[in-house]
């Protein structure tokens, strides 16, 4: 596994895996996505632009240097999403997933790739090689997830749209019925997101997800989740590596890791500082929140550490 401390230092491609720098390229609302050549590995299925590390290149650099090669452009900026480590049987990849929103040029396929822009709704129905389906499940996803809590904060649907930033609202311990109704219609009418716990499925509409708790039945939660309309996205909490194995069945477009630093809803709990949280975001395959003693001030420091986002609760409020 690459060390995360070296994340965005020198990262020559000395290890077993193949490392490769990709992105969502975003234009008016809509991503652009190139075809592989049908006699490429995976040929003939669409793909997020990017391609190999060369030797002592950095993820952004390498991102750069493939995106003006393959579609002449050049990113003004890139943001980290998370990693994507992938076994193909043949060949053990390494995905670095980025966004981004401002480039220089006009996209066109250099190698000759067929390359068309997409709007998102349409790009879940195309065909991708497996390691990207992560990818396709995380655009849209917003980067702050914000957690209700009772005992601290104002009623349900003043709270959800008390904020400016587009978010993940999990209105956690809220029981069915009118009160929870109203604040899910809020929120989805300021662009937010939502994720609901089992529980709270009977509350459920078009534009929510779902969060799988530890005390959840997998067979229970499956059945759930079958009989919903397109639910998204799906998330759940780790903390360790016996989690992620526990959890692995799980069908988690995105994880909360906990706690990051010591908090008062933790206590007793050693806190897992930032260089543990980022051994756990490079290993999970999937964007990886920050929770615990986090603020949205630290969202830099989680891109910095692997991680995708910011979760919590009095930090939020």
């Known amino acids: 596994m690459i060390s995360p401390k070296n994340m965005f230092g020198s990262m020559p491609n000395t290890g077993p895996e193949i490392q490769v720098a990709c992105a969502l390229i975003w234009r008016d609302g809509q991503i652009l996505l190139s075809k592989r050549h049908h006699s490429a590995h995976q040929g003939g299925l669409w793909e997020f ?23 002449g452009i050049i990113p003004r900026d890139s943001y980290f999403m998370f990693q994507i480590p992938w076994d193909y049987g043949d060949k053990s990849i390494r995905l670095w ?16 790739q067929e390359v068309s822009w997409f709007m998102p709704d349409a790009i879940a129905q195309l065909e991708f090689p497996k390691a990207n389906h992560a990818i396709v499940r995380a655009i849209g996803l917003p980067r702050i997830v914000r957690i209700y809590d009772p005992s601290i904060t104002l009623e349900p649907a003043i709270w959800a749209v008390e904020t400016e930033f587009r978010c993940l609202l999990y209105f956690r311990g809220l029981t069915p019925g009118v009160e929870l109704d109203t604040a899910i219609e809020a929120a989805l009418t300021r662009g937010h997101q939502v994720i609901l716990t089992l529980d709270q499925l009977s509350c459920f509409r078009a534009g929510c997800g779902v969060h799988l708790r530890k005390t959840d039945r997998l067979s229970e939660a499956l059945s759930h989740l079958e009989a919903l309309e397109a639910p998204w996205p799906i998330t759940a909490g780790i903390r360790d590596e016996q989690d992620i194995e526990r959890q ?7 994880l909360l890791i906990s706690p990051v630093r010591e908090t008062p809803t933790h206590q007793g709990m050693q806190a897992l500082g930032w260089d543990r949280f980022s051994e756990l975001a490079c290993t999970v395959g999937v964007p990886a929140f920050a929770l615990g003693g986090i603020t949205q001030d630290d969202l830099q420091k989680v891109t910095e550490n692997a991680g995708f986002g910011v979760a919590g609760i009095r930090g939020f409020q």
Request: with cysteine; proline share 9%; hydrophobic share 25%.
């Open 248 to 254: 692995r069945t799980w069908p988690s477009d995105a």
């Open 49 to 71: 632009p990017g391609g190999k590390f060369e030797a002592g290149e950095d993820p952004k650099t390498c991102l750069s240097r493939e995106l003006e090669e393959e579609l």
């Open 97 to 112: 997933v980025y966004e981004v929103f401002d480039f220089d040029g006009e996209p066109e396929g250099l190698e000759g």
